[in-house]
């Protein structure tokens, strides 16, 4: 795990917020590049990636609340606070979203709905692999202990109250709830699981 990327003095670039936002850059980048592929406007792309991203970080954010909201519901304050704002939420919240926002989009504008989802079904698998490899940076997503030689991973000590909003934030769930000792326990790693074939089938789209 590396959750900071780099640390300039006070000043710290979290490994997560950089891959998630390189993972949005490279979704925007591979959806207009594959929509010119099936004839559609760069333009009418740009724009509707744009807002389907506002869309997604919005639903992701608002299943995160919902999902924790035993957590919410005993320290509100957190609802507003910066690791919140920060944290990229809930994927299939985001995910939800954006398609029922693209479907949406697509008939008011009169887009053709196929070759739009055949353009940003690659872009979203590229964008969850990246994000992915920030999740596993963050020292979230884990699954269950197994004795794999490839299952190193290991989640972080559990919180405490204070600090306790940047991991649920992140993370999703305090992981004290596993019921076991996690500080010694090997954990196989979901989210480097779910990376390497969201990665693969995104880039063999790009490159065909």
Not at 1 to 24: D, K, N, Q, W
Not at 32 to 41: A, F, H, I, K
Not at 112 to 133: C, E, M, Q, T, W
Request: aromatic residues 12%; glycine residues 10%; charged residues 20%.
């Amino acid at each position: 795990m590396h959750p900071i990327l780099f640390s300039l003095g006070p000043i710290r670039l979290p490994t997560y917020g950089a891959l998630v936002v390189t993972a949005l850059l490279v979704g925007l980048w591979t959806a207009v590049r594959l929509g010119r592929r099936e004839g559609l406007d760069a333009g009418r792309l740009f724009d509707f990636t744009t807002w389907m991203i506002i869309v997604a970080l919005l639903g992701a954010k608002f299943l995160m609340v919902l999902t924790n909201w035993s957590y919410y519901a005993e320290y509100p304050r957190q609802l507003f606070s910066s690791a919140t704002f920060l944290a990229g939420g809930v994927f299939y919240g985001g995910f939800t979203a954006a398609i029922l926002f693209a479907l949406w989009y697509t008939r008011k504008y009169r887009l053709p709905a196929r070759k739009v989802f055949d353009a940003y079904s690659p872009a979203v698998a590229l964008g969850l692999g990246i994000g992915r490899l920030g999740c596993f940076a963050a020292g979230c997503d884990y699954g269950k202990p197994a004795a794999s030689s490839t299952s190193k991973y290991r989640p972080p000590a559990d919180s405490s109250a204070k600090d306790f909003s940047a991991e649920r934030s992140i993370c999703g769930r305090r992981i004290s709830r596993l019921g076991r000792d996690t500080r010694t326990s090997r954990m196989s790693s979901v989210s480097l699981r779910s990376a390497a074939p969201a990665t693969e089938s995104g880039t063999r789209a790009l490159i065909r």
